[in-house]
């Protein structure tokens, strides 16, 4: 600690321990004076807050953050929200490519996901589907070459392939929500990679190669390096039907983009929010926690809810140092490394979903919009290293495995694995790392608790809605403690 960070601290500190002493002095009136000692709980709450700034810091402005944030709030306590970034949303990102609009991060929704469609229907959003996630047409490229065919023909086939592999998802994830229900057979499964699963099932070639690139853009990592628990609890939560859990994670998509939703969640709590205030401190001290941005003045809460990627947490100083397990799974408990790009093509190629896998260009493509004269393509691919999502010449020579004559007019990504905010796209466990981490990720350490999409036991963790989940979750829990 420099001596500029000691000065700081010990006059925040003295802030803190006069606000406590100025209490101790008013509760010694209360005692003498009994009949005099209601108080309305709004005054309480006002003569509590003057110890620190606000009552609650939320460090994060993703949709956990921002929930929690307008949760915080509306039950009275005084919130302000630090955002790293220059916009709200996390590691869900719309925005605009050759006049299209685009989720460069999360983007699907559905019903079956109920936090995100609480919020949905509380705002009144419109949502939309992607076409290619009910394809007419498909291709399958694996090692014995390039397969293609009308989804019609063969979806029994694939579909029974699918159920296969992911036969087992009923019974290990029996209350996807509740995973202590069957933590035993959750455990029992940990250390298995998605991989290791492929070599207890019988699959045709065309299973495989369906599977296989399915499975790895879900993971967003190559099959050998996913967690086989981690994607069962996907298709349990679709109701372990392959139809639904397409559904839920690759059809309906929100008019207005997900940067809307999180900014209607924002603004109706009416908190106070910082925008670009990345955190380079936070120290829990007697009375409070007093957190420092990388540019700006330390501030200071009675409480603060880290609502960031897991993958964040080792880029901050913890003061006492969080939990070595915490720090663990920060550095290396996660997995998803992979790319997510667009790219528009030459002419109108309908509804279509392309599957790679392996050295040829692995992925999952598929319409994301019909144009005019052009289609709009989202993928998928597990490498982030696997070819450069921004570069046209990369991107078509990948999508030319499915259609030899294609034409990129244009593609785009995002660098989530260089962002140092992210650090990475989603944050699902390592094979191992639900039994290593995930009572811990979830454990609060004194006045800092732990909300994010990534934590806890919320069934659609890693996506929008256990982001919601959590945030409103921790509000609560939160708010029992300061209220």
Known sequence: MSSKDRVTRNNVSRRLFMGQAAMTTAG?????????????????????????????????GGFSGVTASRDLQKNGLKTLLLEAKSRLGGRTFDTQFRGHHIELGGTWVHWTQPAVWSEITRYGMAVEETPGAVPEQAVVVDGAGRTAFEVTSRIEEIATGVGAYFAEAATVWDRPYDSKHCWAQIASRDAMTAADRLKAVSLTPLQRGFVVPVVESMAHCPIDQASYVEMMRWYALGLNS????????????????????????????????????SVRRIEQVRDGVIVTPRSGKPVTARAVVLALPPRVLKTIEFAPALSDGKLAASRSGYTPSGIKVYAEVKGRLGKVQWAASGTQGPGTFFTYKELDNSTLIVGFSPRADAFDGNDEAAVQAVLRQFDPNLEVLGCTSYAWGKDPFALGTFSGFAPGGMTKYFDELARPEGRIYMAGGDVGDNGWRNFIDGAIARGAIIARQVSEVLI
């Not at 009136?29 to 003057?50: D, I």
């Not at 690759?250 to 924002?266: E, H, P, S, V, W």
């Open 28 to 60: 010694a009136g209360l005692l003498a004076a009994p009949a005099v000692a209601a108080e309305t709980t709004g005054a309480h709450k006002a003569r509590r807050a003057r110890q620190t700034d606000y009552d609650v810091i939320v460090v994060g």
């Open 242 to 277: 392959w139809g639904v859990t397409l559904d839920a994670v690759a059809r309906y998509k929100l008019i207005d983009g997900t940067g809307a939703l999180a900014r209607r969640i924002a603004a109706d709590g009416k908190v106070e929010i910082r925008l670009g205030s």
